[in-house]
């Protein structure tokens, strides 16, 4: 049994706690001399409402999708990290992240924010960082930002 991560299967939306779940990552692939491996999952769910109305949202949410991602990848790769791929899907991303992606990199570590970019999806669906920790096949780091009353103490 080692104690290395390999691949490291990190989970972006574009909030500010999947930005600091990706710094966070950094670290942890350069130590682990791991394989990094970002996705961002557009959720169908989310925009069939607006696909109603003529708006192509599903194409605006994959082209946000890979830009956001190969942002990430240059940042990481100009800090060290040796290897990163970009995964940008549709689906669930409770399902897609935790069951499929995890499975398909051979994930030994997920990282995620604690909450997504949408408040009201979360409220509604459930946390996908809830998700993933129940049913993820390995280890799972959920990461918070900070409360600023904690950092005055």
Known sequence: MTLAYREILVAVDGSDEAGLAFKKSIGIAKRNNANL????????????????????????????GRELLEKYKAIALDAGVEN??????????KRVIARDFAKQVEADLIICGASGINAMER????SVSQHIVRSSPCDVLVVRIPDPEDEDN
């Open 123 to 126: 409220f509604m669906l459930g």
């Open 84 to 93: 990163v791929n970009n995964i940008v899907t549709s689906g669930s991303p």
């Open 37 to 64: 491996n970002l996705i961002y999952v557009a959720d169908p769910r989310t925009y069939t409402p607006i696909r109603l109305h003529g708006v192509d949202t599903e194409q605006q949410a994959f082209k946000y």
